[in-house]
């Protein structure tokens, strides 16, 4: 076997080691799976955003050809509502519990079939009168009750005092997370234990709570989810659709399959929420900010208190000495809100870095400068030094990368090809979190190596950076690596959201591989035919996939050592086993001691013709302080797919909802406008690589959503610059351009 340079696996682009299943129609999804005997379920939704059912008539659709069940209120059994300490979910409500309905599109009967269509037929059947209700699905806002998350100093004082000030009010619309693969739960019950087959984002939260809700214990459920067609965060917790599944699975003792539509979406499986924040940013005549006020609200459901957070980032992002983070939230009928890729910091770094573009106008001073200028040198909101960061690095890279400075600050004042330029600039951050994690690793007699562990990869890449960690700390080749994940069966891995996933597995994964290593060592003492049977534990080490003595150079024209797998032949073993296990979670103890973030900076350059119209981003440069990167081109990857989402989030991306009748009127793929091929543009993606070794020992930081903070406010600020329109409602509106 030809072993590995450590040295040169971690960081190297490796090619995704899942990708041949993928690109080969081999992978697995969730509405893949089949089983003998399996029926089909489709949901009955309502068509009132809010009011009681008075009659639900299923007299048609029970003696129509294949139906086997219709499930409602009256008979689905009992299912509980999940507490906190039961997992995460968002829409706590059972599925079917009651007759009230709370918004369009909830569900309110499901028909069980022999086949797809005559569960669609048969719920087409279905007779439903309502007792509605007025309900409320606007877009403005009201405060119910302000909680505040940060404070220091007098910002009132401040604000009232500081010459120079921006007090303005920022929106974000409702988006809807509009994956590929759509929502699905297949699920089997067998002998009292059920097997969920999901798209799940969190398959060992979802064992948690479908437990809970279903009533048994987390022993009598399993979670499987190999492949996700993406998630963005939709897929982060179980939806209702999950457990009328498992309710039909129970009563008929079949396996069911239930696949949301487009619009079921769009519906009840999350979005996310309207935003609404008005920013107080004041500043000395030279520049220094001296007050910053950030009040963010955001509409829930009527039954779930869900919070964007949109100050997330706003304590600890610049140094000022007075500053006020409020938040609250106002119900709608609407399902419930969830999170979507970077919740919280995304629309909150839109508002505040909006902001901060205009008070540098207003001083007359670069952008980019005035944040260098107001850069702090600890986290002023908990005074704890950042474990890393490399704001300043990444604004300096980027400006010089993007060629910032040839930018003339006047409005229209740059052309090219006949074009009106605008170029603009924002800041990013993203929470570093890690998660509890165990993992198990396998050293085989034949060479290879297996490394398991509950966790999930949603297409970010976590197959292939499991495999990557393996590789550099056991010197095999990641070919003869397999990695098996996204089952509960496995030991229990972290979720794939808030960018936690790959610095969580890290630790656990290079204990396990060290303990699997002890043991090869330990073989090779042991074993009576070992070259190594004269040695001690202590006097051998593990390199390179061998065995050799602590002064030998592996790579010697002898070999230098003994392969493992000829350690476990020579022992008569088919393999050993170690197992790692890691800290964190959201009260982890680093927090005590570190602020863990990671930052960026995005610049972007629109082309503006007002004579078609046409407004298009034509080039964007991203410079990430990420940590370590793993994998150089899964990293690229998710900044190049967060910049494209960031353009739709800025120019495109709005769930309407109809003020007749509450649903979302754009509740498909041609009605819901996203960037597309067309619109995407030169994307330049750098990482300024300072790893990060008090989070974690290879010093990795997650990289799934910083790339999305700051892109829609680096593209709104070169508006600005082009057009001399400041927006601060998205998306961006042509006809708010035409007013220039």
């Known amino acids: 076997m030809n072993y590995v340079d450590p040295g040169k696996v971690i960081g190297s682009p490796l090619n995704r080691v899942d990708g041949p299943k993928k690109v080969t129609g081999t992978a697995i999804y969730t509405s893949d799976h089949h089983f003998d005997g399996m029926l089909y379920a489709v949901p009955v939704r309502a068509t009132v955003a809010a009011g009681t059912i008075k009659t639900l008539d299923t007299t048609a659709a029970e003696k129509m050809p294949g139906v086997r069940l219709v499930l409602h209120s009256g ?117 009292g ?31 499987v989810a190999r492949f996700i067609g993406s998630g963005f ?43 609404q924040q008005h920013i107080q940013l004041a500043a000395t005549a030279d520049g220094k900010l001296v007050c910053l006020s950030h009040d963010s609200i955001n509409h829930t459901s009527m039954s779930d208190d869900y919070g964007e957070n949109c100050g997330e980032a706003t304590p600890f992002l610049y140094s000022t000495p007075n500053l006020r983070v409020r938040a609250s939230t106002t119900k709608r009928n609407v399902g419930t809100p969830t999170s979507m890729r970077g919740p919280g910091a995304v629309p909150g770094l ?21 944040r260098i200028m107001n850069e702090p040198k600890v986290d002023e909101s908990s005074g704890l030094p950042f474990s890393s960061r490399h704001m300043v690095e990444c604004l300096q890279t980027g400006a010089d990368k993007f060629g910032w400075s040839k930018r003339t600050p006047g409005i229209g004042s740059m052309t090219k090809n006949g074009k009106i330029l605008g ?33 999930q990869d949603i297409g970010t890449g976590t197959y292939t950076a499991a495999a990557q960690i393996v590789s550099a700390e056991a010197g095999v080749p990641t070919d003869k690596i397999e990695v098996v994940l996204g089952d509960t069966d496995l030991p229990p891995g972290p979720f794939s959201g808030g960018s936690a996933a790959t610095a969580s597995v890290i630790p656990a994964i290079l204990q396990a591989v060290r303990e699997a290593q002890q043991s090869i060592i330990d073989l090779a003492v042991k074993t009576p035919n070992s070259p190594f049977a004269s040695h001690k ?127 979302a009127i754009n509740s498909n793929l ?60 998205l998306p961006v509106m042509i006809e708010d351009l035409l007013t220039a």
């Not at 505040?148 to 920022?170: L, N």
């Not at 870095?353 to 001073?365: C, R, T």
């Not at 091929?677 to 330049?684: L, V």
């Not at 300072?690 to 600020?717: Q, S, W």
């Open 350 to 370: 839109f508002a505040l870095e909006s902001a901060v573009d205009e008070l540098a106008i207003k001083l007359k001073i670069d952008p980019v400068q005035f």
């Open 75 to 191: 008979n689905i059994g009992k299912l509980n509502r999940p507490t906190a300490k039961n997992g995460m979910i968002d829409e706590r409500r059972p599925p079917l519990a009651d007759n009230e309905v709370r918004y369009y599109g909830q569900y309110v009967a499901a028909i069980i079939a022999d086949t797809f269509e005559q569960a669609t037929a048969a719920a087409d059947t279905i007779k439903v009168t309502y007792d509605a209700k007025p309900f409320n699905v606007k877009d403005e806002l009201e405060p119910s009750k302000w909680t505040t998350d940060s404070q220091r100093g007098d910002v009132e004082k401040a604000f009232a005092d500081a010459p120079v000030k921006v007090d303005e009010t920022y929106v974000t619309p409702t988006e809807t997370h509009s994956v590929i693969e759509l929502h699905a739960s297949v699920v089997t019950y067998e002998n």
């Open 537 to 663: 534990p202590r006097d051998l080490t593990f390199k390179d996939g061998k065995v050799v003595a602590a002064n030998t150079t592996v790579g010697a024209a002898d070999g230098g050592g003994l392969a493992f797998a000829r350690v476990l032949e020579m022992a008569n073993k088919a393999s050993v086993k170690g197992h790692g296990k890691s800290e964190g979670g959201f009260n982890d103890p680093l927090k005590k001691k570190y602020s863990l973030h990671s930052f960026g900076a995005q610049f972007a350059e629109v082309s503006w013709q007002p004579e078609l119209a046409r407004l298009k981003v034509e080039r964007v440069v991203t410079v990430i302080d990420g940590g370590r990167v793993i994998n150089m081109k899964t990293a690229s990857n998710q900044i190049e797919g967060a910049v494209v989402m960031g353009v739709g989030m800025a120019l495109f991306e709005h769930t309407w909802y109809d003020p007749q009748n509450g649903a």
């Open 670 to 729: 041609a009605d819901y406008v996203m960037a597309t091929h067309a619109d995407a543009p030169r994307i330049d993606v750098s990482f300024v690589e300072h790893p990060d070794t008090i989070f974690n020992e290879l010093g990795a930081r997650g990289l799934g959503e910083i790339g999305l903070a700051g892109i829609a406010a680096a593209i709104t600020n070169a508006v600005h610059h082009a057009t001399g329109v400041r927006v601060r409602k």
């Open 193 to 223: 234990v059920f097997t969920l087959y999901e798209p799940s984002q969190a398959v060992v939260n979802h064992r948690q709570v479908a437990a809970a809700v279903l009533g048994e214990p987390t022993d009598n459920i399993r979670v």
């Open 423 to 455: 170029w603009g600039v924002a800041g990013a951050s993203w929470i570093a979190l890690r998660m509890p994690t165990e993992a198990a690793v396998e050293l085989k007699s034949d060479g290879t190596v297996r490394v398991t562990c509950a966790t």
């Open 233 to 275: 965060g939709s897929k982060l917790w179980p939806w209702a659709h999950s457990f009328i599944a498992a309710a039909a699975a129970k009563k008929l003792k079949k396996p069911i399959k239930l696949v949301l539509t487009r619009k079921m979406n769009f519906e009840s499986a999350g979005h996310r929420p309207v935003t």
